[in-house]
């Protein structure tokens, strides 16, 4: 069984939509994250969520929010689309925060804004 | 913040041979050095870490070393093979609780047959 999933692999969507991203782990951990990968492949972090605290990067945008239906899952917001938006989103969780160990990715949503 | 720089951006080795990736970053109360591989179209994943209090950690073929003092962590990879060609990612962590992973610009490793 896949540890991280996310959905939809491809979102291809005009600008000005909005989208959302699933994802979902089974791997019983209490925290998760949402990273962005761009053309460039840099890798950065956007959000950390656990059952306690959501910690923002200050760099995204307003127009992205995530919600936590329950532990199991972090879903991805993302309103009034635009062509920066388009990259490599990847969703992944930990056991206790970034510097408790392994990070588990998911496989990444491609997402192409037109 | 934590600033990291990793050198070099592109690596180009010939099969067999070592490959040295080095990671610097600013933050004196990082505790964590974790590097992550990812190979074309794949999920970044972890493939080795070392904590502060450890200068050197071994896996096989690759290990991780620590200089505390000057602020740095290298990935050695030796006798590379085809299958090791990725962008490497270092990530050194400072803080605590719920934050994430601050990544290094990655490293494009290519194993020359």
């Known amino acids: 069984d896949t540890a991280v999933s996310q959905t939809p692999k491809y979102l291809v969507t005009q600008m000005g939509n909005d989208k959302s991203i699933k994802c979902e782990q089974n791997?019983?951990?209490?925290?998760m994250y949402w990273y962005k990968q761009d053309s460039k492949k840099f890798l950065k972090i956007m959000f950390s969520?656990?059952?306690?605290?959501?910690?923002i990067n200050e760099t995204v945008p307003n127009r992205f929010s995530p919600k936590s239906p329950d532990k199991a899952h972090l879903n991805l917001h993302i309103n009034s689309l635009e062509l920066g938006d388009s990259a490599v989103y990847f969703c992944?969780?930990?056991?206790?925060?970034?510097?408790?160990?392994?990070?588990?990715f998911g496989a990444g949503t491609r997402l192409s804004v037109l | 913040g934590e600033n990291v720089e990793q050198h070099p951006s592109t690596l180009s080795v010939q099969e067999g041979d070592s490959a040295v990736i080095k990671c610097t970053y600013s933050?004196?109360?990082?505790?964590?050095f974790p590097w992550y591989k990812q190979e074309l179209g794949k999920r970044p994943q972890l493939i080795i870490d070392?904590?502060?209090?450890?200068g050197e950690k071994k896996d096989q073929r690759i290990a991780v070393t620590l200089n505390k003092t000057a602020k740095h962590f290298s990935l050695h990879i030796t006798e590379t093979q085809p299958e090791d060609s990725a962008v490497y990612f270092c990530?050194?962590?400072?803080?605590?609780?719920?934050?994430?992973?601050?990544f290094g610009k990655g490293t494009h490793l290519i194993i020359q047959p």
């Open positions: 992944a969780s930990s056991r206790g925060g970034g510097g408790a160990g392994i990070q588990y």
């Open positions: 990530a050194p962590y400072s803080g605590g609780g719920a934050d994430g992973l601050t």
């Open positions: 969520y656990n059952n306690k605290e959501l910690i």
């Open positions: 791997l019983g951990h209490d925290t």
């Open positions: 933050d004196s109360a990082s505790n964590y």
């Open positions: 070392i904590r502060s209090n450890v």
